[in-house]
């Protein structure tokens, strides 16, 4: 798994509807950390329903299941806390890059997302 890089990291909270503003040195400040409370607190919740909308008939087995098959396929140390919650992002970014595309492709110019932050 690869480190999310400042662009993603601000786009996934904007498409929680969070604000994050620009920083020196190319970080974004006001933005949550990645962490598991973090990530159940905000972004969780929005891809339970992300991927209702997207047909997905119990969304949380979904979820824990696409989270518990990234954290098996972890080299390495599966116990290792920033990796869990490294791989409960990519879940979360794949569901949200699945629903961009979906969107996109249907309509590209009117697409508008939660907080403005997928385009």
């Known amino acids: 798994m690869t480190e999310p890089t ?6 996934f909270w904007e ?10 040195g ?20 929005l891809i339970l329903e992300e991927l209702k909308r997207l047909g997905v008939v ?6 824990f299941t696409r989270w518990y098959d990234k ?8 116990s290792d806390i920033s990796q869990i919650t490294q791989a409960l992002f990519e879940v979360c ?4 890059e699945k629903e961009k595309a979906k969107v996109c ?9 939660r907080g403005g932050g997928i385009k």
Request: hydrophobic share 40%.
């Open 15 to 24: 498409w929680c509807g969070l604000k994050g503003k620009w920083a020196e």
């Open 6 to 11: 400042q662009e993603q990291i601000k786009e």
């Open 71 to 78: 954290i098996i396929s972890l080299s390495g140390d599966s």
């Open 93 to 96: 970014w794949e569901v949200i």
């Open 58 to 63: 119990i969304p949380l087995i979904e979820l």
């Open 26 to 45: 190319g970080k974004y400040l006001k933005f949550p950390r990645l962490n598991l409370t973090n990530l159940f607190k905000y972004a969780v919740p």
């Open 105 to 113: 492709g249907l309509n590209e110019s009117a697409h508008k997302c």
